[in-house]
Structure formats: C-alpha cells, structure tokens
Antibody, heavy 119, light 108 residues
Framework: EVQLVESGGGLVQPGGSLRLSCAAS????????MNWVRQAPGKGLEWVSY????????YYADSVKGRFTISRDNAKNSLYLQMNSLRDEDTAVYYC????????????WGQGTLVTVSS | DIQMTQSPSSLSASVGDRVTITCRAS??????LNWYQQKPGKAPKLLIY???SLQSGVPSRFSGSGSGTDFTLTISSLQPEDFATYYC??????????FGQGTRLEIK
C-alpha cells in the first residue's frame, strides 16, 4: 500500500525556518517525481515545488522561490522541504504528492502537516 | 501561467441528482486536465486524469469530458459520500501547476 506521511509542521514566527519531511513507503520511491502542494486555511490548493526522481530537475512556485528548498533522499525514501524566511501567508497545510505517469498528475497524497506562521 | 476557472463556486444538490461542474482554462490545454475530490480535513483524491480517464477504484458514476479550454466533471447519481469540494488542475504547461478555485458541493 502506498503511504506518504508528512511531519515537521508547527508554529513558527515570521522570518523563521522549518523543515518538512515526507516519508514514503509501499512503492519504489526513487522512480517517481514528487511535489509539495499547500492549502491555506479555508482556501484552495496551491502547488509549491517539484523534484524529479533523480533530483536533477527542480521547480518552485514564484511565491516561494528563493526561500524554500526541496530535496530528497532516495536511500531513505524521504522528501523534504526546507522553508526559510517564513511569512504569515505561508500558513497552510502542506501535502506531499506523488506524480503519476510523469505527467504532473498527483495520484497519492499524504495526510498533510500544518505550518502556522505567527508572532 | 494558465488560469483555471471553475463554475459554480458552490452547488446544492440532493442524493440521486445528476451534477455537472465546469472548468475553463485560460488557453488550450488539450486534454491535460485532472479532477480531484477533497473532503473536510482530508487530502485531495484523484478522480479523473487526462480529462476523461477514471482513476482506479473511483466509482463509475464519476465521468469527465472536454478538451481545449472547456471541461466538465459529471456525477451521474449523487451519493451521500460525494458531498465534498472538487478541484480541476491543468498538467499541460508546468511549472507552475495550477488548480481551479474549487467547487463546494453541498447537500440540499
């Protein structure tokens, strides 16, 4: 069974940092591209970042470019999101999502981890 | 960036009703359109990919159609578990991945 389990969320002050993790199991993690998608409270879905299976290609949304860094460790079946210079507007549930057919289609999602940026 | 616009933003319907949700892209995206269902407090779930392909395990009362800029998600006979928020998402031109704003389907 495919499972994605996020962790690392919490309360952080504006300007602070946080590192999210996503532990994958039930599939060959190293064969799949992965993404982070977030959802602010009561709002819609916003794509955050993409990383290819080998980490050779990485993309970011303009809203997080220069502040967030996506990475992965295929030996540990894990995906990460390092978030620096956090702002109030980064408050959201962050989901990791597996890419299906290599076509920017998300077939499995984690349960999400809540990041709250507030003083 | 490609903008995705869903209509309506919210919809009230009854069990057994046939429901259609529309998604329009700001430019042609061929058939690179996906639909997700999200229930409160849960992660989104993939329903339809490539505009009309039913994801494994999704009930056949869900169907998708369209190409170019106009797409529809149809639920042929609403079941109690179908009341949720639905999102479309384009996978034609990325980055960035873009989603519609969502359609909330409520019980009448």
């Amino acid at each position: 069974e495919v499972q994605l389990v996020e962790s690392g969320g919490g309360l952080v002050q504006p300007g602070g940092s946080l590192r999210l993790s996503c532990a994958a199991s039930g599939f060959t993690f190293s064969s799949y591209s992965m993404n982070w998608v977030r959802q602010a409270p009561g709002k819609g879905l916003e794509w955050v970042s993409y990383i290819s299976s080998s980490s050779s290609t990485i993309y970011y949304a303009d809203s997080v470019k220069g502040r967030f860094t996506i990475s992965r460790d295929n030996a540990k079946n894990s995906l990460y999101l390092q978030m620096n210079s956090l702002r109030d507007e980064d408050t959201a549930v962050y989901y990791c999502a597996r890419e299906f057919l290599g076509a920017t289609t998300f077939d499995y999602w984690g349960q999400g981890t809540l990041v709250t940026v507030s003083s | 960036d490609i903008q995705m616009t869903q209509s309506p933003s919210s919809l009230s319907a009854s069990v057994g009703d046939r429901v259609t949700i529309t998604c329009r892209a700001s430019q042609s995206i061929s058939s690179y359109l996906n639909w997700y269902q999200q229930k409160p407090g849960k992660a989104p779930k993939l329903l339809i990919y490539a505009a009309s392909s039913l994801q494994s395990g999704v009930p056949s009362r869900f169907s998708g159609s369209g190409s170019g800029t106009d797409f529809t998600l149809t639920i042929s006979s609403l079941q109690p578990e179908d009341f949720a928020t639905y999102y479309c998402q384009q996978s034609y031109s990325t980055p960035p991945v873009t989603f519609g704003q969502g359609t909330r389907l409520e019980i009448k």
